[in-house]
Structures are given as C-alpha cells and as structure tokens.
C-alpha cells in the first residue's frame, strides 16, 4: 500500500524551528519527486517546496526561501523540511505529495500525506 506519512508539526514561537519529515511506504522515494504544500484555514493550498527525483534539485516558493531547507534521504525513504526563522503567517496545515516531477500544482501529484499542522505563535 502506498502512503506517505508526515510527522514533525507542532507549537513553535515566533523565530523558532521545526523539521518535518515525509516518510514513505509501498513505493520507492529515489523516483519520485517530494513536493511540500500547505494550507491555510480559508485559503487555497499552495506549494512550499519540492526536491526532484534526478538531480536533487530543490525549488523554494519566495515567501520561504532563505528560511525553509528540503532535503532527502533516499536510504531512509524519507524527505525532510527544515523550517527556520518561522513566522505566524508559515501557521498552516503541511502536506508532502509524491510526483515523477516537481510542479507548483497540487494536481498533478500522484500520491498525498495526511498533513501535519504547523502553528507559529506566541
């Protein structure tokens, strides 16, 4: 069966840190591009990050670059964000998706997590 499970969320001050991971059963991550979305109450889910299956590249959405590492570990079957300097607008469900490749559309990613929350508060 495959799944995707994300893990990692919780409570964090303004300024703080948070890792999540994206672990992966019943398929193999080394092919697959790990797209990480999020979703606000009342708003559209949008795309954070995504790491490619080929060459490791990694893509960032403005409001987090600088801020926010993906990574991979590919003998763990797993995919990790970094999140640091985190703000109160980061608060939001985040999701990890699996695609052959990186995109901004949540629709075009085969496989979904369950979604992890992430609230940024004081």
């Known amino acids: 069966q495959v799944q995707l499970v994300e893990s990692g969320g919780g409570l964090v001050q303004p300024g703080g840190s948070l890792r999540l991971s994206c672990a992966a059963s019943?398929?193999?991550?080394?092919?697959?591009?790990i797209g990480w979305f999020r979703q606000a109450p009342g708003k559209e889910r949008e795309g954070v990050s995504c790491i490619s299956s080929s060459d490791g590249s990694t893509y960032y959405a403005d409001s987090v670059k600088g801020r926010f590492t993906i990574s991979r570990d590919n003998a763990k079957n797993t995919v990790y964000l970094q999140m640091n300097s985190l703000k109160p607008e980061d608060t939001a469900v985040y999701y990890c998706?699996?695609?052959?490749?990186?995109?901004?559309?949540?629709?075009?990613?085969?496989?979904w997590g369950q979604g992890t929350q992430v609230t940024v508060s004081s």
């Open positions: 998706a699996a695609d052959p490749y990186c995109s901004d559309y949540p629709a075009e990613y085969d496989y």
């Open positions: 019943g398929f193999t991550l080394d092919y697959y591009a």
